[in-house]
């Protein structure tokens, strides 16, 4: 069943930005960014190798993966080049100063 999880508070995340997060009830890091005051949270992943997608490049809404080049839009999590899976996206509810995730 899935929970609500804090993660972080929205200036830790400012627009263009991305934050890493551990989060133990699911064993990963969900990584949060804030793309134009809207906040999306996904699996701090690639889908195709593994990468860890917060130390990669934003461009708008599209992230694009350090080791290989896979982009992805944050936005709906679908590939735009390279990957063929989308990300592992997870609904964001912002309560006050808080950014919590559905996990």
Same mark, same amino acid.
């Given at each position: 069943? +899935?929970?609500?999880? !804090? $993660?972080?508070?929205?200036? /830790? ?30 699996? %701090? ?7 860890? $997608? ?11 993966? *350090?080791?290989?080049?896979? !982009?992805? %839009?944050?936005?709906?999590?679908? *590939?735009? +080049?390279?990957? /063929? /899976? *989308? $990300?592992?996206?997870? %609904?964001?509810?912002?309560?006050? %100063? ?6």
């Amino acid at each position: 069943m +899935a929970e609500l999880t !804090k $993660l972080v508070k929205k200036n /830790d995340v400012q627009p263009g930005q991305i934050k890493s997060v551990y989060v133990s009830s699911i064993s990963a890091n969900v990584a949060v960014v804030n793309v134009g005051g809207q906040y999306y949270a996904f699996m %701090d992943e690639c889908p195709h190798m593994a990468y860890r $997608l917060s130390n990669g490049t934003i461009e708008g809404s599209v992230i694009t993966c *350090p080791q290989h080049g896979s !982009k992805f %839009d944050m936005v709906t999590g679908k *590939p735009l +080049a390279v990957a /063929d /899976d *989308p $990300l592992k996206k997870y %609904d964001v509810k912002v309560e006050g %100063d808080d950014i919590y995730v559905m996990v």
